[in-house]
């Protein structure tokens, strides 16, 4: 059959068949996006030293510029899980700027335990009291809590202001006051008939479910329970036990941090009681406490605490690269300090695209603070491919000419995958969680970065150590000369262009005999064809569930907090609140609809109760009690007598929004309780807040209103989460669906044989499905780590299967055997070395104490083994049995055809001789 030569020196069937007019198309796709990168690359090789100097200042300069303008964090987990305008988001939103509501303070939580014993007793009371007034006599105590609405609102209707918080807790039987409680209380009887009591000092109702933990008896008790005209309890109203004292004190929120700094000076003294505690003798009470803050500060300490694992990643690349570059024989021909300058490369990159991130103001969250021990691992591959073909090519042509043949050789496969993974992590971005595209915001351009780094910096490296070898300078001690006897004529050998493999080609070229042997290859089908099956089951287990003990550090006090809340105290975790807003709560028809509400929450699995305090219900009865006096007046008129009460102000004055001109409810809130609902049961959580959600939806009063502008509706900060979770699986989905797709394109686009797409999808499909059950092997769950974990390996398993797949079709062996051992006895060691570098980059991460890096170190140990296994195993074999044969292409390179030529012939002797084995 006849050819003929394309433009740049391609060659194809002049008699073209359908495998050689797909080569051609791709070609001409190609061509300029390779010659731009060729272009790149000979500016690159042929001014090194400037390039090398110019990538170290800019780096340095962008991240720097990066820290000092636009420099963000964002450590606000309800804004970094919830989805972007989900229900919650614009409840939320509501809240803070429309709604007219008091803001939310910042609950800092007290418990005071005995480890399940009964903590009825004077000296339980006392600890209370204790831990109380440790966070009372914090400085800036009652300064912070002057700026209450409760104390705004006193100041104006009293002329004075309480320096104090609202304070929830068994002190408010004695009004908070420690010497009220030494003077009354003199034996444990005492105290447990002052806490039996139906009100608080001020007259306010108890809820016993609200100050005690699993109180007995646990109904509440109402004022009937008193006998006539004494202070006499009935025997049966008395508490007979309780195991905890759970207490909460309400800081304001501020404009600065004046609350923030409140709360880690109390946060640690808080912690200093509770050590001394512990400390005492024969002392059974323990304290648990749980700020505002805490969460997101103990989160962060356990990544910070992990940061040291950052630059041992850094030490454990510079060991290994300058192991793998290394020559012990000659110290010439070694190449270790490249190795060093190839990881250089990788932190240049990492600085240079986080540098742009600061600068345009993309948060910096506690999650983007992984992504670089995955680039450590992952952006030395393309660094392994450019240096074994440049060190193919033959040492008698000048250093510009070799890189440029090497890009040539490696380019083409070097830019899919840079393109496939930037692709798979730009389309992350599209994701509708805040913690997923930041995470993605960071890491796309940073792919980017690191393979114009690669074709620049590194190329420039390359360039500069080939002039020292020809220099006969040593390596790593550049300043000095050889003295070995013979390394010049080491150095001339070292020029053949037929020169000795190196022990890892070797190695590959006997694997490659081996695993083309027929025995093996049914073998190796068998065997992946099996663990496919095996993992595809092992996925559909996979379950999600999350704890939130996973995102703390060893022993953290936030821990223990939510075990002791999980253990001893009930109904407080989740209380979410009711709203009613813009609707005329003077209409009788509209507190029907307000009361049916309720009662319809109640009959979701979540709620079994009535809220125990509720506005509406004791205006109604305050309205019917005092009839005659309130006749004549309108409604806004009466709910200003009903506030007049000192109990019922105490009691919703922050729960009623009202026109200040008119006196009109504009919004006003109510709050019930969650008591059948699993803190760890990710699913249960997902099913409750789709049904308070289609509950809220079939209201009469919230038929056609589009989200977010709700009537009627329940608000809890958990919702964030939890909506997070009920989105989770689709995101997940979605993400996997749109990376292959934009494999696929890619691989169509890149690869010169339409076959190649669909190697490609089908092992990056295999390798995902693998990776899933592998992860659920491994005792893993679908929760927001993993689901960051999985949506970086889209775009990083392709790398495993692309190189192999384009090398495979650009070999010019004329039978398939021999163009899968030309395959792995070049790009096939690179794959190798590369799959080891990812791993030896995670494997700090093993020895985290967040459960966080440990996650991501299951699931890049997976897909380490799994997709080295499936490119340099599985692949191989399809490829040696189903492979294209016909040689479409041929690559035209800084070359005489005669190089060309005999490399042809070389091959198919080769491919020949295995062809007969």
Not at 652 to 666: K, L
Not at 696 to 720: A, S, V
Request: include cysteine; glycine fraction near 6%.
């Amino acid at each position: 059959m006849g050819t003929r030569k394309l433009d740049d020196g391609e060659v194809s069937c002049e008699n073209p068949t359908c495998g050689s007019r797909w080569a051609e198309m791709v070609h001409k796709i190609r061509y300029p996006v390779v010659r731009v990168v060729l272009a790149i690359t000979r500016h690159a090789a042929t001014h090194p030293r400037a390039y090398v100097v110019g990538t170290l200042l800019l780096s340095f300069s962008t991240v720097i510029l990066g820290l000092f303008t636009n420099f963000q964090v964002d450590t606000n987990q309800d804004v970094l899980w919830s989805p972007v305008n989900s229900y919650p988001v614009k409840h939320n939103d509501w809240m803070n700027d429309e709604s007219g509501f008091p803001e939310q303070p910042r609950d800092f939580f007290i418990t005071i335990h005995a480890n399940g014993a009964n903590v009825l007793s004077k000296e339980g009371v006392s600890r209370v009291f204790e831990a109380l007034q440790t966070v009372q006599s914090t400085v800036g105590y009652d300064d912070l809590c002057a700026l209450t609405e409760l104390a705004q609102q006193k100041e104006q209707t009293e002329n004075q202001a309480p320096r104090t918080c609202k304070v929830s807790s068994v002190s408010q039987f004695w009004g908070d006051d420690l010497s009220l409680f030494n003077s009354t209380i003199f034996t444990d009887q005492d105290a447990i008939s002052a806490l039996s009591s139906p009100f608080f000092s001020d007259g306010r109702p108890v809820d016993r479910k609200r100050v005690f933990g699993l109180a007995q008896p646990q109904l509440p008790i109402f004022e009937n329970a008193i006998e006539e005209g004494g202070n006499i309890f009935s025997e049966e109203i008395l508490l007979t036990s309780a195991v905890s004292y759970p207490c909460v004190i309400k800081l304001p929120r501020t404009t600065g941090t004046k609350a923030e700094d409140f709360e880690e000076i109390a946060i640690a003294k808080m912690l200093k009681l509770r050590d001394t505690w512990e400390s005492q003798e024969g002392n059974i009470f323990r304290l648990e406490l749980f700020a505002d803050r805490s969460f997101d500060d103990e989160f962060g300490r356990s990544i910070i605490k992990d940061i040291p694992l950052l630059p041992l990643v850094f030490l454990i690349m510079t060991i290994f690269c300058c192991f793998v570059f290394a020559n012990f024989k000659n110290p010439v021909l070694s190449q270790a300090l490249l190795g060093f300058g190839a990881v250089v490369t990788v932190l240049l990159s990492i600085l240079t695209g986080y540098g742009l991130m600061f600068i345009i103001g993309v948060p910096f969250t506690s999650l983007t603070q992984i992504f670089p021990f995955i680039m450590f691992g992952v952006g030395l591959d393309d660094a392994f491919v450019i240096s074994g073909a440049f060190n193919r090519t033959s040492n008698k042509k000048d250093s510009v000419e070799r890189m440029m043949e090497a890009m040539e050789d490696v380019g083409s496969s070097v830019i899919m995958t840079t393109l496939t993974t930037s692709a798979a992590f730009a389309l992350g971005c599209t994701s509708t969680i805040p913690a997923v595209y930041w995470l993605c915001l960071y890491a796309f351009p940073c792919v980017l970065i690191d393979f114009l780094y690669q074709i620049t910096f590194f190329t420039a490296l390359l360039v500069i150590d080939a002039h020292r070898i020809k220099a006969n300078k040593l390596d790593c001690v550049v300043c000095c000369r050889s003295s070995r006897s013979g390394s010049e004529e080491d150095i001339q050998q070292r020029e053949i262009p037929e020169r000795s493999k190196t022990f890892t080609e070797n190695l590959m070229g006997r694997y490659c005999d081996f695993l083309m042997k027929p025995w093996v290859k049914v073998f190796v089908l068998i065997s992946f064809t099996a663990m496919l099956g095996g993992f595809a089951y092992s996925t559909s287990q996979l379950e999600q569930f999350f704890d939130y003990r996973d995102l703390l550090p060893n022993g953290s006090y936030v821990a223990s907090f939510f075990d002791t809340l999980n253990d001893y105290a009930e109904d407080l975790a989740f209380q979410p609140e009711v709203f009613f807003r813009d609707v005329d709560v003077s209409d009788p028809e509209v507190q029907a609809s307000m009361n049916k509400y309720l009662s319809d929450l109640t009959t979701l699995d979540s709620i079994t109760e009535l809220p125990s305090f509720f506005w509406l219900q004791d205006f109604t009865a305050f309205e019917t009690t005092n009839q005659a006096a309130l006749a004549g007046m309108t409604f806004e008129e009466k709910l200003t007598e009903f506030l007049a009460d000192p109990v019922f102000f105490s009691l919703y004055a922050n729960d009623i929004v009202r026109d200040p001109n008119t006196g009109v409810v504009t919004a006003s809130r109510t709050k019930v309780i969650m008591d059948n609902v699993d803190g760890l049961d990710v699913r249960n959580q997902v099913k409750t807040i789709k049904d308070q959600r289609a509950m809220t939806k079939r209201q009469p009063i919230n038929e056609g209103l589009g989200k977010g502008n709700w009537h009627f509706f329940t608000f809890l900060d958990l919702y964030f989460i939890w909506d997070f979770y009920a989105v989770a699986v689709e995101e997940l989905i979605l993400s996997t669906v749109l990376g292959v797709v934009a494999v696929v394109i890619i691989s169509l686009i890149f690869i010169p044989h339409w076959s190649g797409s669909i190697f490609v999808t089908l092992l990056v499909s295999m390798l995902y499905i693998d990776l899933l059950g592998f992860a659920q092997v491994a005792g893993l769950h679908i929760n927001s780590v993993t689901y960051i974990g999985l949506v970086m390996s889209i775009g990083l398993m392709v790398d495993y299967v692309m190189h192999i797949v384009v090398t495979y079709f650009e070999s010019s062996a004329p039978t398939r055997e021999g163009k899968v051992c030309e395959t792995l006895e070049t790009i096939g060691v690179s794959i190798l070395i590369g799959g080891t570098s990812t791993f030896l980059g995670v494997v700090p991460l093993a020895f985290s104490s967040s459960d966080v890096f440990w996650t991501i170190f299951i699931i890049f140990l997976g897909l380490v083994i799994l997709g080295v296994g499936n490119g340099l195993i599985l692949l191989p074999v399809l490829l040696s049995i189903v492979g294209p044969l016909e040689n479409v292409t041929k690559k035209a390179k800084f070359l005489d055809s005669e190089s060309d030529q005999e490399k042809d012939e070389h091959w198919a002797e080769h491919g020949s001789e295995i062809g007969d084995a």
